[in-house]
């Protein structure tokens, strides 16, 4: 397999846009992300789109009716929450091929006001939510925090302070869906959506879109002097677990990611200056630390606590604002978090840089389930 | 398919395939799972085809899972779908053949101070709604919709 390169990144402020469609919010990302590249689309050899609500109406296809139809391979991609994150591996995969010399991902969604998410919840044509629990998001991420209490003694408050982090992070990224703090008795005592997350620990839907350019060594060296490398593409599926047909288990395949990327990249959890994690919930949050070994098992609590994942601490995660504060629009989320990574790496993040940024770590989970891992270098 | 029962005449059907309601007096309503005869790993579910553990095909039997088990973890919902009623504990209970539940904790207060990890629960069934239908003589009649429940067990 050959090197890829990140050349070129684009993404528009994650929110709500009901007056544009699927194509277009991917093609305004596009064309950041050409802009960004100094390339124009007839140079794309591939573009790959991460869609999952309308996954069904060829939006790689109609982006390029938007920007530039030139006839090029274009397919589409959904793979749950890592819709995006899995497009990206799939313009990775086209440039390490060798296949291509220049691919580009696009991920996009259109929520709106799209409430609670789930599936599942019918049974032989009688609806089985709130009767025989709940498959909805929040309480299966609930319950996933519970389990880490159970195991750990985790507290509602140490959970409440991934919120509080987050928040406080988003107001620098000019590009999050919001951009306030929160105090960590305005998340306490929030609305209780599932325990033990309340509202504000609940990521927002909303619309939003992100691309990205891979290219190979010989194209790097021709358009830029800073390349980002993609140290490592890792893609896992959920192994069987005890309980995974009642309780989806978002650990076991994160574990299973983070010890292949490390192993690929030739790196650990020691070598990373910023993490973009899958902060869905804020209960997640805690359990990757954990499952990325960027803390000890049982220890995630201790380490928001000592504030050691806030910018300035040992390894600041979700510098961006996470899922919890710029929002969570399916499709986009995988490629957005590839561009904070990049945008770190170039020393390009403004007030919220973290200084020095030489390795990230974007992570992504699909319920049902898909983990990626991609590392990124300078 | 799951058998239908009947209670002071009137129609009764399971919410869910795995749900079992008893077809005469005596019996007692019980959730059927599948176990893999290969390698033992236990399922609930319908149409299995080969095993996830062990990944082999065609040995999958249907089992009785026991009506008690422990309490493993849960979330307390305050927020749903329009209609249905909150708050409610959903939870998920470990059963000894190795397969877990996914269900409403009832007859405990949704508070989590008053919740044990591992504490012994029992399922039991009641009426959740009603439907009307067309029998075989296109006469409609009343069906009754019941699902299982646990709750926490005392002895």
């Known amino acids: 397999m050959r090197d890829v390169y990140v050349l070129g990144v ?5 929110g709500r846009y009901p007056d544009k469609d699927v194509p277009q919010l991917g093609a305004d990302a596009a064309l950041l992300a050409l802009k960004d590249a100094g390339l124009m689309v007839k140079d794309i050899e591939l573009l790959v789109c991460g869609n999952l609500f309308q996954s ?37 995969v086209g440039v390490a091929s060798g296949m291509y010399d220049i691919t580009m991902c696009v991920g996009v969604e259109q929520m709106g006001k799209m409430g609670l998410l ?7 044509g009688e609806s089985v939510e709130g009767v025989l629990g709940s498959g909805l ?60 997350n309340t509202l504000y620990m609940c990521c927002p839907t909303g619309d939003g879109a992100a691309a990205a350019i891979l290219v ?18 890792v893609l896992t599926s959920d192994p069987w677990t005890d309980r995974d047909l009642t309780m989806p288990d978002v650990n076991t395949l994160t574990r299973n990611a983070a010890k292949q990327a490390y192993e690929k990249a030739g790196l650990g959890p020691k070598d990373l ?106 | 398919m799951a058998a239908e029962g009947s209670s002071a005449g009137r129609k009764q059907r399971p919410i869910a395939d795995m749900l079992h309601l008893p ?31 062990c990944t082999t095909a065609g040995k999958i039997e249907q089992i009785k899972l026991s009506d008690r088990g422990t309490l493993y973890v849960y979330s307390i919902v305050h927020q749903s ?29 949704p508070d989590p101070a008053k919740i044990t990890f591992g504490m012994p629960v029992e399922m039991v069934t009641r009426k959740v709604r009603e439907r009307k239908e067309k029998n075989a003589e296109g006469v409609e009649e009343a069906v009754d919709i019941i699902a299982f429940f646990f709750r926490p067990s005392h002895n």
């Open chain 1, 216 to 233: 190979s060594a010989d194209k790097m060296k021709q358009f830029t002097t800073k390349p980002v490398k993609v140290a490592c593409s």
């Open chain 1, 137 to 196: 998001m929040p309480a299966v991420f609930g319950q996933a925090g519970v389990e880490h209490i159970r195991k750990y003694g985790t507290t509602f408050e140490q959970f409440a302070k991934v919120s509080v982090k987050n928040h406080k992070h988003s107001v620098h990224n000019p590009l999050s869906q919001y951009q306030v703090e929160v105090s960590l008795d305005d998340v306490v005592k929030g609305r209780m959506v599932a325990y033990p």
């Open chain 1, 273 to 378: 200056d910023l993490v973009e994690l899958h902060d869905c919930f804020a209960t997640a949050e805690l359990l990757h630390y954990e499952n990325l070994g960027l803390c000890g098992e049982g220890e995630a609590g201790r380490m928001i606590d000592e504030g050691r994942t806030t910018i300035g601490g040992e390894i600041p995660v979700n510098a961006s604002g996470g899922l919890l504060s710029k929002g969570h629009p399916l499709g986009a989320t995988g490629v957005a978090n590839i561009y904070e990574v990049v945008t770190h790496l170039r020393g390009q993040a403004g007030a919220r840089q973290v200084e020095g940024a030489k390795v990230g770590m974007a992570h992504v989970i699909g319920l049902g389930s898909a983990c990626t891992i991609h590392i990124l270098t300078v």
């Open chain 1, 56 to 92: 069904s109406s060829m939006n790689a296809q109609r982006i390029l009716q938007q920007i530039g139809q030139t006839g090029i391979p274009a397919l589409n991609v959904t793979n749950a929450c890592a819709t995006g994150s899995t497009a990206f591996r799939e313009a990775y």
């Open chain 2, 23 to 53: 077809s005469k007096p005596g019996e007692k309503a019980y959730l059927a799972g599948y176990r893999c005869t290969a390698c033992g790993a236990a399922y609930i579910g319908e149409g299995r085809i080969g095993c996830s553990k």
């Open chain 1, 10 to 14: 684009g993404m528009i402020k994650f």
């Open chain 2, 81 to 109: 779908a329009p209609g249905i009623p909150v708050p409610y504990i959903s939870a998920i209970v470990d059963l000894p053949e190795g397969v877990s539940i996914r269900c409403n904790l009832v007859d405990i207060e």
């Open chain 1, 118 to 124: 789930g599936g599942g919840a019918r049974s032989g």
